[in-house]
């Protein structure tokens, strides 16, 4: 079956670094995705990666291994505002997403 | 950013009753989805149509009847629905269908609750 695995809550101090990872197990792949969704709000698209290596955009990295079918999203320099669930999800060999349950991220000052 | 809005944001309704959800985008896209997110799970795709057609159809109760009128419009019927329904509703835009590289964009969801 296709699977994706990802922590369902971290916690993390303003200013730091944090490292959400992500496991996937697709039949086929065509790109992972990273997303925010700040709560009762719509997910919002961060990163997409389809080759091995990281990608950077400002504050937030996306990187990929796809041996180890592995994906971290890196934020740096945390504010409050990052506070939100971030999503993790393959696209398929038929070009469908699979969506993990994301992950909660919690800001302390 | 309004490329997606949905209506309404919020419903409640009873078993009984019949309510639709709608749906449009701004981005001039071919594809659009609808998906259900019910907390702590993943996000369950619901339906999904492409240049107009439907296309998917994950074994979803035929109590959830979606249309779409055009490219930009998309609605989800609902009826005679379950208290297990409770969940957001989203639902999603993309411009290419079939690449890799297509990135869904989302509405805001319509939170409903079915008593």
């Known amino acids: 079956g296709q699977n994706i695995d990802q922590p369902t809550e971290m916690t993390a101090t303003e200013g730091a670094i944090v490292q959400i990872n992500c496991t996937y197990q697709?039949?086929?792949?065509?790109?992972l995705f990273w997303y925010q969704q700040h709560a009762g709000e719509a997910p919002t698209f961060l990163s997409y990666?389809?080759l091995d290596g990281l990608e950077e955009k400002g504050r937030f990295s996306s990187f990929l291994s796809r041996s180890k079918g592995y994906s971290y999203l890196l934020l740096k320099e945390l504010q409050m505002k990052d506070s939100a669930s971030y999503l993790c999800?393959?696209?398929?060999?038929?070009?469908?997403?699979?969506w993990g349950a994301g992950t909660k991220l919690i800001i302390k000052p | 950013e309004t490329g997606v809005t949905q209506t309404p944001r919020h419903l409640v309704m009873g078993m009984t009753n019949k309510k639709s959800l709608k749906c449009e985008q701004h981005l001039g896209h071919n594809a659009m989805y609808w998906y259900k997110q019910s907390a702590k799970k993943p996000l369950e795709l619901m339906f999904v149509?492409?240049?107009?057609?439907?296309?998917e159809n994950n074994s979803v109760p035929s109590r959830f009847s979606p249309e779409c009128p055009n490219s930009s419009h998309l609605f989800l019927h609902l009826h005679t629905l379950q208290p297990e329904d409770s969940a957001l509703y989203l639902c999603?835009?993309?411009?290419?269908?079939?690449?890799?590289?297509?990135?869904?964009?989302f509405g805001p969801g319509t939170r409903l609750t079915v008593l």
């Open positions: 999800a393959c696209m398929d060999s038929n070009y469908q997403l699979i």
């Open positions: 149509y492409s240049l107009e057609e439907r296309v």
């Open positions: 990666n389809v």
């Open positions: 999603a835009s993309s411009r290419t269908p079939g690449q890799g590289t297509d990135t869904q964009y």
């Open positions: 697709t039949s086929g792949f065509n790109g």
